[in-house]
């Protein structure tokens, strides 16, 4: 059946380094592919996304990358700050407007070190 | 502000024991999700619903059933509690136009 992996599922990093978390997916029908930050006692809630079109998308400290011949995509997080310690979640669904399932992954925790 | 809530918050039943969790949304979205929450395993679906009309199982549906009474209400019912089902459940929605799921704060449940 559909899956997303996710690795790894802890990561610590130094206050300032990058951190990178990395999903594959099994459905190459997938095309879309947002990331999810839950803050320890919070809801999940979305802070970036990427459609199959696209191969990087920026927004500030935040990035993601997808290679679809691979099926696999990555977060990436540079200057890490405390505030950025929370689990995060990727997730690949497909068709459009949002008309199918997600799958999720599951998770990462990341920490990072003052 | 347009929100996802749920309720209860935090529940403990014991084995056996019918439960019901509730959401309500204010978002005006037509989906609807339950998802479970384990450590380790991420969020699984549980149900989904795409309209009033519409009921879909999700990967972990055995144990669980769910009834949308109107667009902003989906209900999550337990028939027979077993401690397994112990975890952190979120109901979601999202509209047709936009792939974004926005979830509500959580029911923690436990039991015994």
């Known amino acids: 059946g559909e899956n997303v992996e996710q690795h790894p599922s802890t990561l610590s990093v130094q206050e300032g380094d990058s951190a990178v978390i990395k999903c594959t997916y099994s459905d190459s029908a997938s095309n879309y592919f947002p990331w999810y930050k839950q803050e320890l006692g919070k809801r999940p809630q979305l802070i970036i996304d990427?459609?199959?079109?696209?191969g990087e998308k920026k927004d500030q400290r935040i990035a993601v990358t997808l290679n679809k011949t691979a099926k696999h995509f990555s977060l990436h997080i540079t200057e890490t700050q405390p505030e950025d310690s929370a689990v995060y979640f990727c997730a690949a669904t497909k068709g459009s407007s949002g008309t199918y399932k997600y799958i999720f992954g599951t998770g990462t925790r990341l920490k990072v070190l003052a | 502000d347009a929100d996802v809530t749920q309720t209860p918050r935090n529940r403990i039943t014991k084995t056996g024991k019918r439960i019901m969790l509730e959401c309500s949304q204010t978002?005006?979205?037509?989906?609807m999700y339950w998802y479970r929450q384990d450590p380790g395993l991420g969020l699984r679906l549980i149900y989904y619903s795409f309209d009033v009309k519409d009921i879909n199982k999700g990967e972990i549906s055995d144990g669980y059933s769910v009834s949308r009474q109107a667009q902003a209400k989906f209900s999550l019912s337990l028939e027979s509690a077993i401690p397994n089902q112990t975890a952190l459940y979120f109901c979601a929605t999202s509209d047709l136009d936009r792939n974004e799921q926005f979830f509500g704060p959580g029911t923690r449940l436990t039991v015994l």
């Open positions: 990427i459609r199959s079109n696209v």
């Open positions: 978002k005006g979205h037509d989906r």
